[in-house]
Structures are given as C-alpha cells and as structure tokens.
C-alpha cells in the first residue's frame, strides 16, 4: 500500500483536534454507569481513553521516539503503570485537585514530548532527563487526571474499589486500541524517503498543541470556565 507521507499527515494533524470535543464528562456517559453494572465502567473508561486528546497526543509522541517493538512495550509499560497507580491509588483515597490545572500539566508533558523528540535537550545544551522515568512520571500525571475525569462521576459506595478497576481497564483497552493506528502509521511512515519531514512536523505540532492546550486549560483555571 503506497501512502503518500503527506496523506499521512494531513490525517494525523485533523484527527487528533477533532478529539477536543469528546474528551468531557459527559450526562450520557453517567446514565451509561448508572445502568451498566461493571461493564459499563469499562465501557466510560476505553471511551473516555480513545477521547483523550492529551494523552493520545502524549502517547504519540513517545512511540514517534522509538524505532523496536521491544521499546515501545518498554515505555508504553512504564506509562501504563505509572497511570494506574495514580489513577486507582487517588480515587480510592479521594485525592483530586483542579481538573484544569491537572490538565495544564498534561499539556506540559505533550509539549516536553515534541521538544525532545525534535533533539531540544541536545540544541539548548540542556541535560537530558532519563527517558524512561519521564515517561513514567508523565504516566503518573496522567492518570491523576483520569481519577480527576472518574471522580467527578456519582459512582457511588457500593461495589467501590471494583468500579475504579473496571474503569482502569477500559483505559487499558483504549490505550491498546489507540495505540494501533498510531504504531501502523508512524511505522508506515518510517519506510518513506519523506520520513525526517513528516518526524519534524509532526513533533513540531505536538509543541504547538501542548502549547495551546496549556493556554486553553490555564483561561479555564482563571476564568472558571470547563
């Protein structure tokens, strides 16, 4: 299958804006858990991942950074346990914090991924931080958003510990099934001649969104708005 890297792009940079609109605690998604049972928990939270313009952004970024399938098991793993530890440790104890400032971070952390994915450690003479534990405390952060996203829902007492972790699987499969299109189409890409192009717009546009995104969370913060 021969696709242009210019294809590629135009797909990659229209896809992920248009996830924006979906990424919100939403009326229908509390109807879907109050109905559900357990299932339904998993269902909220693999919709909620696949919606997650920030993470899927983040995620993104660190695959674009490696070239073996053993990496990307490696880093993706350190993110994943990261997420969920954050993710059923804060609901559990009913830690939160401001969802636009948890957010603002998160749109650090797409920032930081384009930038040293585009080499700006090496260019500034800036040491480099351990890639892996970045990832990791990325994942951290990350998941303290999505317990944020969770508890903001009415889940109730009954059957607590059980929902959260219900929750924490549907992100896992959503993290799986976002993660396919996006190895497919960077490893794709990777076999064009266009490829160190398509590598630095597509990081340079992770430092954009990040940018935005921090932009957009912070006026939420100051102005009250969600």
Same mark, same amino acid.
């Given at each position: 299958?021969?696709?242009? #890297? &210019? #294809?590629?792009?135009?797909?990659?940079?229209?896809?992920?804006?248009?996830?924006?609109?979906?990424?919100?605690?939403?009326?229908?998604?509390?109807? $879907?858990?109050?109905?559900?049972?357990?299932?339904?928990?998993?269902?909220?939270?693999?919709?909620? %991942?696949?919606?997650?313009?920030?993470?899927?952004?983040?995620?993104?970024? #660190?695959?674009?950074?490696?070239?073996?399938?053993?990496?990307?098991?490696?880093? $993706?793993?350190?993110?994943?346990?990261?997420?969920?530890?954050?993710?059923?440790?804060?609901?559990? %104890?009913?830690?939160?914090?401001?969802?636009?400032?948890?957010?603002?971070? $998160?749109?650090?952390?797409?920032?930081?991924?384009?930038?040293?994915?585009?080499?700006?450690?090496?260019?500034?003479?800036?040491?480099?931080?351990?890639?892996?534990? %970045? #990832?990791?405390?990325?994942?951290?952060?990350?998941? +303290?958003?999505?317990?944020?996203?969770?508890?903001?829902?009415?889940?109730?007492?009954?059957? +607590?510990?059980?929902? $959260?972790?219900?929750?924490?699987?549907?992100?896992?499969?959503?993290?799986?099934?976002?993660?396919?299109?996006?190895? +497919?189409?960077?490893?794709?890409? &990777?076999? &064009?001649?266009?490829?160190?192009? +398509?590598?630095?717009?597509?990081?340079?546009?992770?430092?954009?969104?990040?940018?935005?995104?921090?932009?957009?969370?912070?006026?939420?913060?100051?102005?009250?708005?969600?």
């Amino acid at each position: 299958m021969n696709i242009p #890297v &210019r #294809v590629l792009l135009i797909i990659t940079t229209l896809l992920f804006p248009a996830l924006t609109f979906a990424h919100d605690v939403s009326s229908a998604d509390q109807e $879907i858990l109050n109905n559900g049972g357990l299932l339904s928990y998993i269902q909220v939270g693999a919709t909620h %991942m696949l919606t997650g313009y920030d993470h899927l952004l983040f995620l993104a970024g #660190v695959v674009f950074f490696l070239k073996s399938f053993k990496d990307i098991i490696k880093f $993706i793993t350190a993110f994943t346990i990261g997420h969920c530890i954050t993710l059923i440790g804060a609901t559990y %104890m009913g830690i939160t914090a401001n969802e636009h400032l948890v957010d603002a971070v $998160i749109a650090l952390s797409v920032l930081y991924k384009g930038f040293e994915n585009l080499g700006g450690f090496k260019k500034y003479k800036i040491p480099s931080p351990n890639l892996i534990m %970045m #990832v990791f405390l990325f994942g951290l952060i990350h998941g +303290f958003g999505l317990s944020t996203r969770l508890q903001s829902f009415n889940i109730g007492a009954d059957q +607590f510990l059980a929902k $959260i972790i219900c929750f924490n699987v549907g992100v896992e499969l959503g993290q799986i099934i976002a993660l396919i299109p996006i190895v +497919f189409v960077i490893s794709l890409s &990777r076999k &064009r001649q266009q490829f160190p192009a +398509f590598y630095k717009a597509i990081n340079w546009y992770l430092v954009l969104a990040g940018i935005g995104l921090f932009a957009y969370q912070m006026y939420g913060y100051y102005t009250g708005h969600s």
